[in-house]
């Protein structure tokens, strides 16, 4: 069942979320933190709900995600025709941006004192006019951040918040405490430890002009020692532990910040210790 042993850490089956379940938990936060000073739980490759289980990293559809808490998105994004579609390695998600778009307005209308955070890698081909295209989707939208500046959580309320890096120019500055190659996963031994190393430089950068960004998620596939270690089979074993890290973390420290954790599979347990982070 849902409710029961790790499932409460990693999920891959459907979102059910308890009556009293804080869905606004940004109403919370001081409106004068600064973005970049706040820990956000985040979805690795958010909309990899496709594609068999070496593609999949995901259970949940989107608005479920923001339902449990999720408030930073990992999109690939790829340009065909004028239109943005929703990419994940050469599979199509079943989504076009503009759909995502929608999804994320609705429930920041519903929740105004959220904010949700929003990366753009553009994939595939055409990679050049996913920007251009993007901007003419937002050009009149009031909701939206495309400014570098790094807002305060009165500024961002209510907002979708764009995160630049690389090919992508719109929004606020992005640095990812991962070197080249750390998502590959032949021990998970190893990659706990990379998360450690990962976690303790953010800890130390958050509160910045840019966004910090670190990864507990990987995947095996595409090596020879983790062949048979899925997104979905990392995610298994790294949750539960993520979760008693940082409660671990949030015990010996009076104050803690992280920026962004981005995760596969995360029950809502996990993404309620990322979030309870902010009450140190």
Same mark, same amino acid.
């Given at each position: 069942?849902?409710?029961?042993?790790?499932?409460?850490?990693?999920? &891959?089956?459907?979102?059910?979320?308890?009556?009293?379940?804080? #869905? $606004?938990? @940004?109403?919370?936060? +001081?409106? /004068?933190?600064?973005?970049?000073?706040?820990?956000?739980?985040?979805?690795?490759?958010?909309?990899?709900?496709?594609?068999?289980?070496?593609?999949?990293?995901?259970?949940?559809?989107?608005?479920?995600?923001?339902?449990?808490?999720?408030?930073?998105?990992?999109?690939?994004?790829?340009?065909?025709?004028?239109?943005?579609?929703?990419?994940?390695?050469?599979?199509?998600?079943?989504?076009?941006?503009?759909?995502?778009?929608?999804?994320?307005?609705?429930?920041?209308?519903?929740?105004?004192?959220?904010?949700?955070?929003?990366?753009?890698?553009? &994939?595939?081909?055409?990679?050049?006019?996913?920007?251009?295209? #993007? $901007?003419? @989707?937002?050009?009149? +939208?009031? /909701?939206?951040?495309?400014?570098?500046?790094?807002?305060?959580?009165?500024?961002?309320?209510?907002?979708?918040?764009?995160?630049?890096?690389?090919?992508?120019?719109?929004?606020?500055?992005?640095?990812?405490?991962?070197?080249?190659?750390?998502?590959?996963?032949?021990?998970?031994?190893?990659?706990?430890?990379?998360?450690?190393?990962?976690?303790?430089?953010?800890?130390?950068?958050?509160?910045?002009?840019?966004?910090?960004?670190?990864?507990?998620?990987?995947?095996?596939?595409?090596?020879?020692?983790?062949?048979?270690?899925?997104?979905?089979?990392?995610?298994?074993?790294?949750?539960?532990?993520?979760?008693?890290?940082?409660?671990?973390?949030?015990? +010996?420290?009076?104050?803690?910040?992280?920026?962004?954790?981005?995760?596969?599979?995360?029950?809502?347990?996990?993404?309620?210790?990322?979030?309870?982070?902010?009450?140190?």
């Amino acid at each position: 069942g849902f409710c029961q042993g790790k499932d409460l850490f990693f999920n &891959d089956k459907r979102l059910l979320l308890p009556e009293s379940y804080k #869905i $606004g938990w @940004m109403e919370a936060i +001081d409106d /004068d933190k600064l973005i970049s000073d706040i820990t956000i739980p985040g979805t690795h490759d958010t909309m990899a709900l496709y594609g068999g289980p070496a593609a999949e990293c995901q259970a949940w559809e989107l608005g479920d995600q923001l339902r449990a808490g999720i408030r930073y998105l990992d999109l690939r994004i790829f340009a065909f025709e004028n239109k943005l579609y929703v990419m994940h390695w050469v599979v199509y998600q079943h989504k076009s941006f503009y759909e995502v778009l929608d999804t994320i307005r609705a429930f920041l209308s519903e929740f105004r004192s959220e904010a949700v955070l929003i990366r753009v890698k553009p &994939d595939l081909f055409d990679k050049e006019n996913v920007e251009e295209l #993007i $901007g003419e @989707m937002i050009i009149d +939208d009031t /909701d939206v951040w495309v400014k570098s500046d790094m807002p305060t959580m009165a500024e961002a309320r209510g907002k979708m918040i764009f995160v630049q890096k690389s090919s992508f120019k719109l929004g606020i500055p992005l640095l990812e405490t991962d070197s080249k190659g750390d998502y590959e996963v032949t021990h998970i031994a190893d990659k706990e430890n990379k998360i450690v190393k990962h976690l303790t430089q953010a800890s130390g950068d958050c509160g910045g002009d840019y966004i910090v960004l670190s990864y507990s998620s990987g995947t095996g596939i595409g090596t020879l020692l983790g062949m048979f270690l899925t997104p979905k089979k990392v995610a298994e074993k790294i949750d539960p532990w993520l979760d008693q890290y940082l409660r671990q973390f949030s015990s +010996d420290h009076s104050s803690a910040c992280f920026g962004v954790i981005a995760m596969d599979f995360p029950g809502i347990d996990l993404i309620q210790t990322v979030i309870k982070i902010n009450d140190w």
